[in-house]
């Protein structure tokens, strides 16, 4: 089992950039898939991007292709987000969620994450 807690979040203005980060308890954080999700206020949880064990595949939402970007410390236990040139359409809660899987997958789909952290707030104004 892990524990995920999200830091990271705050209100900036458009153009801005933010780094969220996501630590994670427990010594097997290297076995995990982590990716991040985000839920705007009276939409549907969405995927924003995702990491696979090792580092080595990555996969974003087209809507954030090419402004944000997800990484991962193994040896601190950490998956981060960078997220650059931010609109107010990047406003919402992000969420860290982690599963155990094999080595090079990676997953779009909330329903395959077990663990989820309490959430981050991104706020962007106009």
């Known amino acids: 089992q892990v524990q995920l807690v999200e830091s990271g979040g705050g209100l900036v203005q458009t153009g801005d950039s933010l780094r969220l980060s996501c630590a994670a308890s427990g010594r097997t954080f290297s076995m995990y898939v982590m990716g991040w999700f985000r839920q705007a206020p009276g939409k549907e949880r969405e995927f924003v991007a995702a990491?696979?064990?090792?580092?080595?595949?990555?996969r974003y939402a087209d809507s954030v292709k090419g402004r944000f970007t997800i990484s991962r410390d193994n040896a601190r236990n950490t998956v981060y987000l960078e997220m650059n040139s931010l609109t107010p359409e990047d406003t919402a809660v992000y969420y860290c969620?982690?599963?155990?899987?094999?080595?090079?997958?990676?997953?779009?789909?909330?329903?395959?994450?077990?663990?989820w952290g309490q959430g981050t707030r991104v706020t962007v104004s106009s």
């Open positions: 969620a982690a599963t155990v899987s094999g080595s090079g997958a990676v997953y779009t789909s909330p329903v395959n994450y077990n663990y």
């Open positions: 990491i696979s064990r090792g580092g080595g595949t990555t």
